[in-house]
């Protein structure tokens, strides 16, 4: 989740001062429209994962289907869901794909009505007018409450914004409403933001075991190791990464990205020559990917 390291808060690139790589700013500029909230820091590196901005088709495929019975979570209680809003990205493109959801929560003539501004919505947060698709997507919220494609449009469209506590709190609407896991990373990129490290091991524990495709756990890795190496675990985090086999001989996007996640942190651990052999892996495969080729000729 459009490929592009999306590290910027990258999984795919390091920003320190310098001017971002085109790849990493493409992920980097959210809408100033909202001021974030204050929220502590991430860190040097904060990540915006890049299948955010296609997120929207997905959730509108998704809020046709009649919604599943919610999955046990294994172990211990399901946290409270979000008190409010949460969303999903509709697809423009194909609208008809909401009216089932919809019509299920407000009935077919409103439903008709809301699918339209829920089209509005994702066309606004495709062209990255989060402050305008937040407006929407939170009325829609309050008039269709279990509506899990409306929780988690508006929870990925809180994320853009940078205001993780409202985020987290709609995708875990979405993810009680749906038992999906496949916005577990983005979920967890935002308790990552707020240092809430239980919550991160949590949820990749459970994408982990659910196992939604490989795109989606290299996704849970790469910010996992994130949160490993934010609270001092570095060689736990560069361990993860180890394990997500993404040296292969046909690397897609998403074996790129954990590569360069994996070099950043050998590099910030002090391991240069392996942090230049990784990183010159993926430029071998990738000479244009984020911003390898710069981070290579900083390493000497």
Same mark, same amino acid.
């Given at each position: 989740m459009a490929g592009?390291?999306?590290?910027?808060?990258?999984? @795919?690139?390091?920003?320190?001062?310098?001017?971002?790589?085109?790849?990493?700013?493409?992920?980097?500029?959210?809408?100033?429209?909202?001021?974030?909230?204050?929220?502590?820091?991430?860190?040097?590196?904060?990540?915006?994962?890049?299948?955010?901005?296609?997120?929207?088709a997905g959730a509108v495929r998704r809020g046709s289907k009649a919604p599943p019975a919610p999955k046990s979570r294994g172990k211990g209680t399901p946290r409270p869901a979000a008190p409010r809003d949460a969303a999903v990205m509709p697809a423009p493109e194909t609208p008809h794909d909401l009216t089932g959801e919809?019509?299920?929560?407000?009935?077919?003539?409103? @439903?008709?009505?809301?699918?339209?501004?829920?089209r509005s919505a994702a066309k606004a947060f495709e062209r990255e007018r989060y402050g305008e698709a937040r407006q929407i997507?939170?009325?829609?919220?309050?008039?269709?409450?279990?509506?899990a494609s409306v929780r988690e449009l508006l929870g990925l469209t809180w994320y853009r914004l940078g205001r993780w506590r409202d985020a987290?709190?709609?995708?875990?609407?979405?993810?009680?409403?749906?038992?999906?896991?496949?916005?577990?990373?983005?979920?967890?990129?935002?308790?990552?933001?707020?240092?809430?490290?239980?919550?991160?091991?949590?949820?990749w524990e459970e994408l982990r075991e659910a196992s939604p495709g490989a795109e989606v756990v290299a996704e849970g890795r790469i910010v996992t190791a994130g949160a490993l190496a934010d609270r001092g675990r570095l060689a736990d985090g560069i361990r993860l990464l180890e394990k997500g086999r993404w040296r292969?001989?046909?690397?897609?996007?998403?074996?790129?990205?954990?590569?360069?996640?994996?070099?950043?942190?050998?590099?910030?651990?002090?391991?240069?020559?392996t942090a230049r052999e990784?990183?010159?892996?993926?430029?071998?495969?990738?000479?244009?990917?984020?911003d390898v080729r710069e981070r290579l000729a900083n390493l000497g």
């Open positions: 592009r390291a999306r590290d910027e808060r990258p999984r @795919g690139g390091r920003l320190d001062g310098a001017a971002p790589s085109r790849a990493a700013q493409a992920w980097r500029e959210a809408s100033p429209v909202d001021k974030p909230e204050p929220t502590p820091e991430r860190g040097e590196e904060q990540w915006i994962l890049e299948e955010v901005r296609h997120e929207a919809l019509t299920r929560e407000v009935g077919t003539a409103r @439903g008709a009505r809301l699918e339209g501004r829920l997507l939170r009325a829609l919220a309050d008039e269709a409450p279990r509506a987290a709190r709609e995708l875990e609407v979405y993810r009680q409403l749906t038992g999906e896991t496949d916005q577990n990373p983005v979920l967890a990129d935002c308790y990552r933001a707020q240092k809430k490290w239980a919550h991160v091991d949590e949820l292969v001989k046909r690397p897609k996007e998403h074996h790129l990205r954990m590569a360069y996640a994996l070099a950043d942190l050998h590099e910030r651990a002090g391991d240069v020559p990784v990183f010159g892996w993926v430029a071998a495969t990738d000479r244009d990917f984020a």
